[in-house]
């Protein structure tokens, strides 16, 4: 990117800031480009998303306001439009699409929509509202509601992976969804032609990093604890185990020292990854692709997420994605 201002060079920075929003102050790391020439400060629209962003993650979670992805989850349950869902619940008429899109609710209507995430709860809502529709048509809306009540999602491995946070700057504010981590997982099997364990620990501390640094948010759902051999998701061990379809496989080197490589026949569904994550995944690849596992450890030693927290027990906390120094996104 060049300078606004004289079409010199600019350099990415950030600060720790605040930021009122609805009457509450809000502390996150604000980026900002400096123009090296004429020492002004300016952003893009793709940077005050992201600062922005790191503000509304902490309003939806004290709040118990879904994210966008829960939102739209929760219509697909009930196999109901957004202008349906809109009028089930009393809200404007596209009201329920442009949360979908990423609109802040209010903390009552964000509160509702916790609410029906539970079918019981919904139910009264579809009641409340039998009047506004055709008989045949709240008869349709009742029959898809009991399909919701009859569906069980399978979370026991999620609740295995995930059990010991919940959506937070821990884990990127990122959703906990088994199905995303295994694509992930698999992906980097496939392209790198299997992986062993240490460089999968750093290929997902990478992608998840940089994730939150250019978007905002992580991608797998996992937290990360620092180690003596660098970043690693919490309870690594567990996660693996538990990924159906990905075995892991002894590997014996010359010198002796025995390794544990991930293996998998299966491909990844890259059609359950936006482009976003397709491009965080791609210069992740891009970058430590033929990079070896002690090279990507030893690189993962010079980040501050693990020279800040390689002497705790701590979580490692997504802002110091704003410190990678692997590679340079701006």
Not at 153 to 159: M, T
Request: hydrophobic share 35%; net charge negative.
């Amino acid at each position: 990117m060049k300078s606004p201002f004289t079409g010199g060079r600019v350099v990415l920075k950030k600060e720790n800031s605040e930021l009122v929003f609805r009457k509450e102050t809000f502390k996150y790391v604000s980026l900002f480009y400096l123009c090296e020439d004429t020492k002004e400060r300016f952003t893009t629209t793709e940077i005050d998303e992201i600062n922005l962003s790191q503000v509304y993650n902490q309003y939806r979670i004290k709040y118990g306001i879904p994210f966008p992805d829960e939102i739209k989850l929760i219509r697909r349950t009930y196999e109901l439009s957004a202008s349906k869902m809109s009028e089930i619940l009393g809200f404007g008429d596209n009201q329920y699409r442009l949360y979908e899109n990423g609109d802040m609710p209010s903390e009552a209507n964000g509160k509702i929509l916790a609410s029906i995430k539970e079918p019981s709860v919904f139910k009264v809502f579809v009641e409340n509202a039998r009047n506004q529709f055709e008989v045949k048509e709240y008869e349709k809306i009742c029959d898809k509601l009991k399909k919701a009540f009859e569906y069980k999602q399978p979370s026991a491995k999620e609740d295995l992976i995930f059990d010991s946070y919940t959506r937070s700057i821990y884990n990127g504010y990122a959703t906990q969804s088994y199905s995303k981590l295994k694509n992930v997982i698999l992906y980097f099997i496939e392209k790198c032609d299997n992986v062993f364990n240490t460089k999968m620990n750093k290929l997902l501390f990478y992608a998840d990093f940089l994730s939150y640094k250019t978007y905002g948010h992580g991608m797998t759902g996992l937290a990360y604890r620092a180690i003596q051999f660098g970043p690693v998701p919490v309870r690594w061990d567990r996660v693996y185990s538990l990924i159906d379809g990905v075995y892991p496989e002894m590997v014996e080197f010359s010198s002796g020292i025995c390794g544990t490589k991930l293996c998998s026949d299966l491909s990844p569904d890259c059609n359950s990854f936006t482009d976003d994550e397709l491009s965080i995944l791609e210069k992740v690849l891009d970058i430590f692709k033929s990079t070896s596992a002690s090279q990507i450890s030893e690189l993962s030693h010079s980040e501050e997420a693990w020279t800040k927290y390689c002497n705790t027990t701590q979580m490692i906390s997504y802002n110091e994605a704003f410190t990678l120094n692997a590679f340079d996104v701006s």
